[in-house]
């Protein structure tokens, strides 16, 4: 490949875009083919610069040596930068719980924010792949934004460190999941559809109150993840404090309201006819309590 081949690969060679969640900001990377285009001519230009006519090419052939090997590098780390920041920006940005526990990290994270979305916002005005990546001075801002984004990394994998500690059920849930749930744990409704995953029983938790209320709601019952069954809790109580205080509330009413529906079945297995006992109870209570009489008049008998 000659050195005009290589203008004409690479002059009308463009980004590509993603919208970023449901804002205005635009992600950039380049095609998959469009990267291996880039590595086949790295090694096009390594093979001119072992040619014998080099010198007569060499400030041309360096100067595209540079380019593509600038072009491979800009690439390589704004992806993983975007990917990072991207989780990141909930926790950091979006949630107070967050801030308040590890303010130094957030206010880092809030000025590698910035500078992250003004590269974004230069890589939609500059979609050429070559002009773009080869701006001067734009490698080192990114290897800078990296470095600090490890940083915050690092102290939020020691966040969810300490959160597993306060409530081990977390330690059976993805990354991700959990990363949701903590930046939505002020907002209880949001959190429903991780119930299964903290607790397995639980599909989702009957809630009073408005999802658009700064109000937190109130948990009334808990409905089965398999089946079809509501039990109520007693008494209902509201979701206050950190998402891993009020999961525990969680856990010490439903068991408490199971032991006392289980109480209760005993009593009324006894003083009502079992055809209206069956279907007073939550199924784990009537078979528990159909286990025990079982037990309990094999013994007597």
């Known amino acids: 490949k000659t050195l005009v081949e290589l203008t004409e690969t690479w002059d009308p060679m463009e980004l590509e875009y993603e919208q970023h969640k449901d804002t205005d900001l635009q992600l950039f990377k380049m095609d998959g083919d469009d990267f291996e285009t880039l590595e086949d001519n790295q090694l096009v230009v390594q093979s001119m610069m072992a040619s014998k006519y080099l010198a007569t090419f060499e400030e041309e052939i360096r100067g595209w040596q ?69 701006k001067e001075g734009l490698f080192q801002q990114l290897e800078k934004i990296s470095g600090g984004l490890e940083k915050c990394e690092k102290a939020l994998a020691d966040y969810l460190d300490a959160k597993k500690r306060i409530f081990p059920r977390f330690y059976f849930t993805s990354t991700t999941d959990l990363l949701d ?87 009324n297995e006894v003083s009502t006819t079992r055809e209206e006992w069956l279907y007073q109870d939550p199924a784990q209570i009537t078979v528990l309590v159909s286990q025990m009489t079982w037990v309990k008049d094999v013994e007597k008998n």
């Open 66 to 134: 540079k380019k593509l090997a600038t072009i491979a590098d800009v690439i390589t780390i704004s992806s993983e930068i975007q990917r990072t920041w991207s989780y990141l920006e909930n926790l950091f940005v979006y949630s107070d719980e967050v801030k308040k526990e590890l303010p130094e990290d957030a206010k880092r994270f809030a000025g590698l924010h910035e500078e992250i979305i003004a590269i974004l916002k230069y890589g939609v005005s500059e979609p050429n792949v070559v002009r773009m990546c080869n």
């Open 181 to 267: 749930m903590l930046s939505n744990g002020n907002q209880p409704f949001k959190i429903m559809p991780h119930m299964p995953k903290v607790i397995c029983g639980i599909a989702e938790l009957v809630l009073d109150g408005d999802p658009n209320s700064d109000v937190r709601p109130t948990a009334k019952g808990m409905v089965a993840a398999v089946g079809v069954e509501t039990v109520d809790f007693q008494p209902p109580f509201q979701l206050k404090n950190k998402i891993e205080s009020y999961l525990q509330d969680v856990i010490d009413c439903m068991q408490k309201s199971l032991r006392d529906a289980t109480l209760v079945s005993l009593k």
